[in-house]
């Protein structure tokens, strides 16, 4: 059993020796070591508890607290969206690893968390896309822009966003199927057809490196050319501007961290291509593949939760956003434990009324053929 037959991203045919390719070099796989257990499923776990916490903060921020909704706070609210979904698929990833490959969670939930490890691939870079050609806009050309940078539009941009990245994640929904292996272990991968597997793999290899990398990246490196062409050819532009500079820090910030963490993951995608085409037949470079795919994928899934620490600590308006709202909550649980106390307060005193009046009544029983007037004021007990 090798890593490359039962990664995420792994094609069904490689799992059969004999099916690999004509290559003159008969490669051995990179066999299970014990951070493939357990390093990478800690790493997992760590992503899950920050990134899942993190975005779920930046969805409270953006929804609950009040004030003006922006173009871009609508992109980065459906970029932790993304994050917040393929995120609870990942406990189920950590699993997988920790089993030694071993997916116990049927064919559909094998689908089903492929199938949206994919849509956030394709749904990230396309809003940190949006995000970018936003910014152009807002900074080179402000006035043309202002008619078209409009919440209506934005939303319906993140609608078509949406759509293409689930219908490029069509063909891992239909692909992506469990496997039963030797020993009782059972492989979630790709199950592409044995007669074109290489083909198959390749092309959606190349799709995700074109479209889920290349394409977009070069849009959002034109639109930042663009914008730091236009602010060292206007004279004292950044003096005017430091609420806007504070959003475009950001996004940079962001798309910095998208390109840190997604290049490795798409570098070797690339190189297991030509692989798996015998453009490169050296078991040099399939062992450096086996043995970097977990640490590319950690990087990569490590993007959502990194996203959340950027709002926070590149973004001061998300920082005083969080600030109000979490004054806003405190104060609304103090409103609501001193009408807590007021009412306890308020029962305590009736209940020692009435107290009192039993202690009065008792009274007056006992001494009631004596006579005995009581004033009728309360008994302190």
């Not at 990478?40 to 003006?68: D, E, K, M, T």
């Not at 219908?167 to 992506?176: G, K």
């Not at 820090?249 to 798309?255: D, I, K, L």
């Not at 990194?306 to 001061?316: E, K, R, S």
Request: hydrophobic share 45%; aromatic share 12%; proline share 3%.
């Amino acid at each position: 059993m090798t890593m490359t037959t039962i990664l995420p991203n792994t094609s069904f045919s490689t799992l059969e020796v004999e099916n690999l390719s004509s290559a003159t070099e008969v490669c051995h796989g990179v066999p299970l070591s014990r951070y493939h257990t357990t390093l990478i499923p800690a790493i997992y776990s760590i992503i899950f508890i920050f990134g899942f916490i993190g975005n779920c903060l930046v969805v409270s921020v953006l929804c609950l607290r009040i004030g003006r909704k922006t173009v871009a706070n609508t992109y980065i609210l459906s970029l932790a969206i993304s994050d917040i979904f393929f995120l609870l698929s990942l406990p189920m990833w950590a699993v997988y690893y920790s089993f030694s490959y071993n997916w116990i969670f049927g064919t559909v939930m094998c689908k089903v968390c492929g199938t949206v490890l994919c849509i956030n691939l394709y749904a990230s870079i396309f809003f940190i896309t949006c995000m970018s050609v936003d910014r152009y806009r807002a900074i080179v050309h402000p006035f043309q822009s202002q008619s078209s940078r409009r919440l209506c539009r934005a939303r319906t941009v993140t609608c078509i966003v949406w759509v293409l990245a689930s219908l490029s994640s069509l063909p891992t929904m239909y692909f992506r199927n469990t496997y039963e292996l030797k020993h009782g272990v059972t492989a979630c991968v790709m199950d592409f057809p044995q007669t074109h597997y290489s083909e198959w793999f390749a092309g959606m290899a190349l799709m995700k490196n074109t479209l889920g990398f290349l394409v977009p990246f070069t849009v959002i490196a034109s639109c930042y050319l663009g914008i730091g062409k236009h602010l060292l050819g206007t004279p004292g532009l950044e003096q005017t501007s430091d609420k806007r500079d504070k959003v475009l820090r950001m996004v940079v910030a962001v798309v910095l961290a998208f390109f840190i963490c997604w290049v490795p993951f798409h570098v070797i995608t690339f190189l297991d291509v030509l692989t798996r085409l015998n453009v490169i037949t050296s078991c040099r470079v399939q062992v450096l593949i086996d043995t970097a795919v977990p640490f590319t994928l950690c990087m990569a899934f490590s993007n959502s939760a990194i996203n959340p620490f950027l709002y926070c600590f590149v973004g001061n308006h998300f920082r005083k956003q969080l600030s109000h709202l979490y004054e806003r909550r405190s104060s609304n649980l103090s409103q609501k434990r001193s009408s807590i106390s007021t009412r306890l307060s308020s029962f305590s005193r009736k209940l020692s009324d009435l107290k009192d009046m039993g202690a009065l009544e008792t009274f007056v029983h006992k001494r009631g053929s004596e006579q005995i007037s009581v004033q009728q004021t309360p008994i302190v007990v």
